[in-house]
């Protein structure tokens, strides 16, 4: 394994870059991302709900690309680039969708909240104009329980046609 090293039976050291920062921990062998980010290092934006992989609301990025921190391990993140809520929105990434989310209201109690937002992000990074049928699919696995969805449609959807009439070179 690259840039892991076992010590003894209970627990690793990794080397990460977590939201743009380099970071070099001792971890529990077999503690998750989720639990990892949220009790080791209060990054308490990313949720647990079902913990097994169905709700998404413990959905960070690695290497750029969704994963659920709940059924990876904080071991399996060494030489890999995390990005969690809150680096996503101290960088400004995430600053359009969430102006889109407050403005439709689309996020309520806010338990779903950042990982459809990641989800989004993702979603619309291609830069193409998505259809209402391809927002849905993409986010059929993030579950939320307030607001039916509708809103949360809108708004990504508000975004995405937005991002597809930008210049490449101006897209984020
Ligand atoms: S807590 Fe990870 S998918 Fe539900
Ligand atoms: S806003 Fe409450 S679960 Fe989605």
Known sequence: MTNV???????????????????KRRVKARQHLADFLRQELELTGTHLGCEHGICGACTVLIDGNTARGCLTL????????VETIEGLTE??????????????????????SSGVL?????????????SRAQIREALSGNM????????????VEAVSARAADRPTRERS
């Open 118 to 130: 990641l989800t989004a992000y993702e979603l619309i990074s291609g830069g193409e104009a998505l």
């Open 74 to 81: 904080a071991a399996q993140i060494s030489g890999k680039a």
């Open 91 to 112: 960088s400004g990434k995430l600053a359009e969708l969430q102006k889109e989310f407050i403005e439709r209201n689309a996020a309520q109690c806010g338990f779903c």
């Open 5 to 23: 090293d076992l010590i003894g039976d209970e627990h690793v050291a990794i080397e990460t870059t977590l939201n743009g920062k380099p970071l």
């Open 144 to 155: 939320c329980r307030c607001t039916g969805y509708h809103a949360i449609v809108d708004a």
